[in-house]
């Protein structure tokens, strides 16, 4: 998986030669019939066959294939031989075997199931058929089924690995344009990047919330979600820091977070130093930490390592979901916004939905996002409404 211009092409150029050539020009190879699959007929033949980093242009000329346009097939010195194949056409693949095959940009294949299914029933030749997958990856199931497999080997490279061979003016507009945005991370940094179902938050609703402004006149609150222990299975320690717009130039939105210093593996001592000094990199006015587990151990190791910060403890009476979704409610009122990015934090943010979160571990970072919003904008506005309440 890689993202644009990454090398990926060059990738599945070099491995299929790897297949197909043996020691000399006609010596045989590991494999001798191959399927290359494309999104259509016209782009496999494009992109893998003729394509700046296709397999003719990879290819040295005493081992260069030849390239049969009335069979749609490269033939090799040694005689193996590779045909293209259609995503569009998945029932093309009924009948033919092979020991290899290239399958490119599977991502945004039609029938992308349908065609890799048949596909797999047709790799039975040789002692151990394989294919190789080169894609920008895409929110598919049938990616997701490939790389969850346990005979999946998966290798990533970002477009910035394959910068030298890349017109710098390209780099730069595309990374000024589209650095940290959902669309950044899929196309550029080759990431995977998973829409739950229900999710409390969307990645295209951050994307549009997303500021490069640090506004002035803040009130600042670091939440800190401690974990009980402090060894590589536990739980990480979320710590986020919001800044609260009370004036400035910064007039749509009420709060924007600022930074997500998190932490994993790491001992008591340590999460606390570090909040200590999110606290004071960034000049806060609070620190909010919930002490459902650790209860007065959390409020006398911070003083311990901090005797001056203003801390307040925060109990949980709720559930993660249900604390979680009045915060969502401000993003989708505007009133939030994310300085930058902040991709392992939103990551968990599109996995809570309102049965729970959809991940493997704790969202550590979440529930420090929560309370600091709660902090700094839900609790003022229940105690403003409390006394007109009262006099209904």
């Known amino acids: 998986m890689g993202g644009r211009g990454a090398g990926k092409t060059r990738a599945g150029s070099e491995w299929v030669r790897s297949m197909v050539e043996g020691s000399g020009p006609r010596d045989p190879g590991r494999a001798r019939r191959v399927a290359l699959l494309g999104e259509t007929y016209d782009q496999a033949l494009a992109v893998m066959v003729k394509g700046e980093s296709g397999i ?47 399958a490119d940009e599977l991502a945004k294949w039609p029938n992308a199931q349908e065609t890799w299914d048949m596909l797999q029933f047709g790799l039975r030749l040789g002692q151990h058929p394989q294919a190789v997958v080169t894609t920008t990856p895409r929110n598919v199931l049938a990616l997701k089924d490939l790389l969850a497999r346990p005979s999946t080997v998966m290798t990533h490279a970002p477009t910035e690995a394959n910068r030298a061979f890349l017109a710098p003016s390209f780099l730069e507009e595309v990374q000024a344009r589209y650095a940290g945005t959902r669309l950044g991370r899929q196309e550029l940094a080759g990431e995977l990047l998973d829409d739950v179902e229900g999710a409390l938050w969307q990645r295209a609703q951050i994307d549009r919330s997303r500021t490069g402004v640090y506004p002035e006149g803040m009130r600042v ?104 979704e009045p915060v969502a409610a401000l993003y989708e009122q505007g009133r939030v916004a994310h300085l930058g990015s902040l991709p392992e934090l939103e990551d968990e943010m599109c996995r809570m939905t309102l049965t729970g979160y959809q991940g493997g571990r704790s969202p550590d970072r979440l529930d420090a996002l929560v309370w600091a919003l709660t902090d700094g904008l839900i609790a003022p506005a229940a105690r403003q409404l409390t006394p007109a309440i009262r006099g209904l």
């Not at 030849?66 to 093309?92: I, Y």
């Not at 222990?229 to 600022?258: F, K, M, N, Y």
């Not at 994993?264 to 606290?279: D, L």
């Open 56 to 102: 003719l242009a990879c290819s040295p000329p005493d081992r260069k294939p030849r390239w049969v346009a009335s069979e749609r097939m490269l033939l090799w010195p040694n005689g193996a031989e590779a045909r293209l194949f259609s995503a569009h056409d998945p029932e093309a693949l009924r009948g033919p075997q092979f020991d290899a095959a290239w």
């Open 221 to 324: 609150i670091v939440a800190v979600d401690p974990p009980v222990t402090g060894h590589d299975a536990s739980d990480a320690c979320g710590i986020v820091v919001v800044g609260i717009v009370e004036q400035g130039p910064v007039r749509d939105w009420r709060a924007v977070v600022l930074e997500d210093c998190s932490l994993r593996s790491v001992s008591p001592t340590e999460w606390a130093e570090a909040a200590s000094a999110a606290y004071h990199r960034h000049d806060a006015a609070r620190m909010v930490a919930e002490v459902n587990q650790g209860g007065d151990l959390v409020e006398t190791l911070m003083r311990q390592v901090d005797p001056l910060v203003n801390y307040r403890a925060v109990r949980a009476a709720r559930g993660k979901a249900a604390r979680a």
